[in-house]
């Protein structure tokens, strides 16, 4: 069993939730149109809104999938090419939820550099299907784990981005690379956000295959049925 057929699977399981995939694609809107007014809270308030959207569809799936992974473990599966056919499969859908916002941004607004705008949607989804793969870990439970989620976005919103605690939350890069779409910074804010990107990225997908294979790995080796394993 291959990547590509993981992701296959991941994606079907996503379109039989289609109330889910429907608030996925509804509420970056609603965070859009809140502050349409203005130009640059508009924009960051999309990419939060994309990035709570697609967190909460990877914790979604890392919950309802968590017994099949083990069952498909226990038949000879190997946990690392389980976790990238999630992700990539979460990654896929997320990426074109950006492609549909991107067109929304790129028909409604005069953006100074519009690209910028496709760099941050691209990179909020990157960070936040690890991320939501991790509160799976730690929650599993759906409505718990996306209220945390919630309460991590609006943290972003509510801290001083400009102040040193702000670089501790995981989308702090919206704020620089979103500042950078607009030209309200220069190419600076822009290597700032990516370094930042760059960095959380590499935590959240390093903490989130770590614990995939942890708990997938001990399910393998016990070769017990998966349904009498129970995280």
């Known amino acids: ?12 399981e996503t ?6 995939l429907f608030l996925v694609f509804l509420l970056p809107l609603v965070f859009y149109l809140v502050r349409l007014d203005v130009q640059w809270q508009a924009i960051r308030l999309l990419a939060i809104g994309v990035g709570w ?17 083990k069952r498909l473990c226990v038949m000879g599966a190997r946990p690392s090419v389980l ?18 916002y991107f067109a929304v941004v ?6 100074v550099r519009l690209p910028a705008v496709g760099l941050l949607l691209v990179t909020t989804v990157l960070i936040c299907v690890p991320l939501g793969a991790l509160m799976s870990f730690a929650v599993a ?6 209220l945390a989620l919630l309460s991590i976005m609006a943290l972003q919103l509510l801290v001083d981005p400009d102040g040193s605690k702000a670089k501790l939350l995981p989308l702090w890069s919206t704020r620089k690379i979103s500042a950078y779409a607009i030209g309200a910074e220069d190419a ?8 930042h990107f760059l960095l959380v990225f590499a935590l959240c997908a390093l903490a989130a295959w770590g614990a995939s294979v942890m708990r997938l790995g001990i ?13």
């Open 15 to 20: 379109l039989r939730r289609p109330l889910a």
């Open 188 to 195: 600076g804010a822009l290597r700032e956000g990516m370094l």
């Open 1 to 12: 069993m291959n990547v590509w057929t993981i992701a296959k699977i991941g994606v079907k």
């Open 83 to 100: 976790f990238a056919g999630r992700h990539l499969a979460q990654a896929g859908i997320g990426l074109a939820v950006s492609g549909v």
């Open 219 to 231: 399910v393998r080796a016990s070769g017990l049925p998966a349904a009498a394993q129970e995280s």
């Open 53 to 69: 959207a697609v967190a909460t569809l990877s914790l979604f799936s890392g919950v309802v999938s968590s017994q099949l992974d």
């Open 106 to 111: 790129a028909t409604t607004r005069d953006v």
């Open 141 to 146: 439970k759906e409505l718990e784990g996306a």
